[in-house]
């Protein structure tokens, strides 16, 4: 069970919060589950591990929400005496949403607004580094191949290259399955689109 305070909660929908440390005797949640967290919908937990507080970076804060990381060690804190060698749950997770959008990814019948609306949220999420073209690309070059080594391909961390790929299965570009990805509908009709432009 997960349970998050009302400043967390657009963070978690939005993909803002990926991460939560807890003070738990022993694990509350497992790596691969799925938990209904009301009102914020599904949460999936992508890994759980123990971890020393010295090894909490600032970067690491931003992911759970806070402004720095001696926000989140005070917060940590207010659960009783902690240091640096205190141990505490690291959970990485992401919104699941209320189901798997596969309605939005089979709708293949894109308008020039449906196009031209998808190519601007793909353009914000290239605002700091360009990654959408090529995880398309290389998702429909490799259609269900692991995670871990699409994402060696790109030389990217597994997880950070998941959670990439959630943000295209949110605009029902991408499906998911047991081992690996492919281009929906959806997004075959999008890439073709773009590619007539071209």
């Given at each position: ?19 939560t440390?807890?003070?738990?005797q022993?694990?509350?949640v497992?790596?691969?589950?799925r ?10 937990v ?14 690491d ?5 806070f402004?720095?990381r ?43 607004a ?68 492919e ?16």
């Amino acid at each position: 069970m997960l349970l998050f305070k009302k400043p967390f909660w657009e963070g978690l929908v939005s993909g803002a919060i990926t991460l939560t440390y807890r003070r738990w005797q022993k694990p509350h949640v497992r790596a691969g589950g799925r938990y209904r967290c009301h009102p914020i919908g599904v949460l999936e937990v992508d890994e759980v591990k123990l971890v020393a507080v010295r090894s909490i970076t600032g970067a690491d804060a931003e992911r759970a929400g806070f402004a720095s990381r001696e926000s989140l060690v005070g917060y940590l804190a207010e659960l009783g005496p902690l240091d640096d060698a205190t141990e505490v749950y690291r959970v990485a997770l992401h919104h699941g949403g209320d189901g798997d959008r596969v309605e939005l990814a089979l709708d293949d019948a894109l308008s020039e607004a449906d196009v031209a609306a998808i190519s601007v949220k793909l353009a914000r999420m290239d605002a700091k580094l360009a990654w959408t073209k090529k995880t398309l690309a290389l998702i429909e070059k490799h259609p269900r191949v692991a995670a871990s080594k699409l994402a060696a391909k790109v030389r990217r961390e597994t997880l950070d290259f998941k959670t990439d790929v959630r943000k295209l299965k949110k605009l029902g570009l991408t499906q998911s399955f047991e081992v690996g990805y492919e281009i929906a509908p959806r997004g075959r009709a999008y890439l073709a689109a773009t590619r007539r432009k071209r």
